[in-house]
């Protein structure tokens, strides 16, 4: 199946529900920063539910920063998207490997840590950005954003996430987001609840090639969803250039950039998000400050 995002409405226009398949763009994840499968299974996650909410925001100038910092061995990962939604981002330690967890499944939890939070990060336009933070509640990612829609964003929200990787990389990969609207009755959320349980992970709906529209079906037991939008294709993708570095570069200030200019004789940047590597040479460096001419005494 090929990356996509579908929105759909369910119970009469009473539930809003987004499905992903993020199979290609994790897997894309996995070979630019050579994760590790536990790290893959993690970033997979946080990768999935930016794009979902990257699709909810209004302007192709709105920008999502996600950080999520725990006490776990894999340290910050941060992810940034659009509305497109195009998606990037990075982990601290990419290469953890822990051992499996009781369950004899990968330790997302684990790699994340137990305590720490979630902070959200929503540029739209307006004078100051929207700010939410949420402390984490199990390090599992799905459960976490609910607590963060939840309390931050005051949404009664149903969230899953899951990747699947095998010794090849990563074999399936998606999420779904589902919100009861205000006129939704306890017996629909209820009823929610249930076709949730029952479904299982996504990401084995998603190796079994199930279509979102039918995995939709089976999460909200709905056998008449609607379909509002579903040509919406996520893909990770950096947009970093040496004219970015550049300004980068600018921005350490003009005493630094001498001693690189006097000591190294030249500059050497990473992208953190794509690992492409830029350089600068000294004749380069000169051009941005002018190194000042020895004074003769």
Same mark, same amino acid.
């Given at each position: 199946?090929?990356?996509? +995002? ?12 987004? $499905? ?18 536990? $790290?893959?299974?993690?970033? /997979? ?5 930016? *794009? ?11 920008? =999502?920063? +996600? %950080? ?26 990419? %290469? ?31 004078? !100051? ?8 509640? *199990?390090?599992? +990612?799905? @459960? ?5 829609? *939840? ?10 996430? /899951?990747? =699947? ?26 009823? =929610? @609840? %249930? ?17 979102? #529209? ?15 939008? @579903? ?8 947009? $970093? *250039? ?13 005493? !630094? ?5 006097? !000591?190294? /004789? ?10 492409? #590597?830029?350089?600068?040479? &000294?004749? @380069? =460096? ?8 020895? &004074?003769? !005494?």
């Amino acid at each position: 199946m090929n990356d996509k +995002i579908v929105k759909m409405l369910a119970y009469n226009g009473k539930v809003s529900v987004i $499905c992903a398949a993020t199979t290609n763009l994790v897997e894309k994840a996995r070979k630019i920063h050579d994760l590790s499968p536990v $790290c893959t299974a993690l970033f /997979g996650r946080v990768l999935t539910i930016a *794009s979902i909410m990257g699709v909810d925001m209004k302007s192709v100038k709105d920008k =999502l920063t +996600i %950080q999520i910092k725990g006490n776990g061995p894999a340290g910050m990962i941060l992810v940034t998207a659009n509305n497109f939604p195009k998606v990037k981002g990075y982990v601290t330690n990419p %290469q953890v490997d822990i051992p499996l967890n009781e369950d004899g499944k990968l330790d997302v939890r684990g790699t994340v840590g137990y305590e720490g939070y979630i902070n959200v990060i929503k540029d739209i336009g307006l004078k !100051e950005p929207y700010v939410g933070i949420c402390p984490l509640v *199990s390090g599992e +990612i799905a @459960e976490d954003f609910a607590e963060y829609f *939840s309390k931050s964003e005051q949404k009664n929200t149903a969230v899953g996430l /899951g990747v =699947l990787v095998n010794k090849d990389g990563v074999k399936s990969a998606g999420g779904y987001v589902i919100t009861p609207m205000p006129d939704a009755t306890d017996e629909d959320i209820f009823n =929610l @609840e %249930q076709n949730i349980f029952k479904a299982g992970a996504i990401s084995k709906m998603l190796d079994k090639n199930m279509s979102l #529209e039918d995995i939709g079906k089976k999460i909200t037991g709905d056998e008449n969803l609607k379909i509002i939008e @579903e040509n919406i294709i996520p893909i990770y993708e950096c947009d $970093c *250039s040496k004219e970015h570095m550049l300004e980068a570069l600018k921005a350490i200030g003009k005493e !630094e950039l001498k001693n690189i200019i006097e !000591e190294d /004789g030249k500059a050497e940047l990473k992208c953190h998000f794509c690992n492409k #590597e830029y350089y600068f040479s &000294k004749q @380069e =460096l000169k051009q941005i400050v002018p190194v000042d001419k020895e &004074k003769k !005494e």
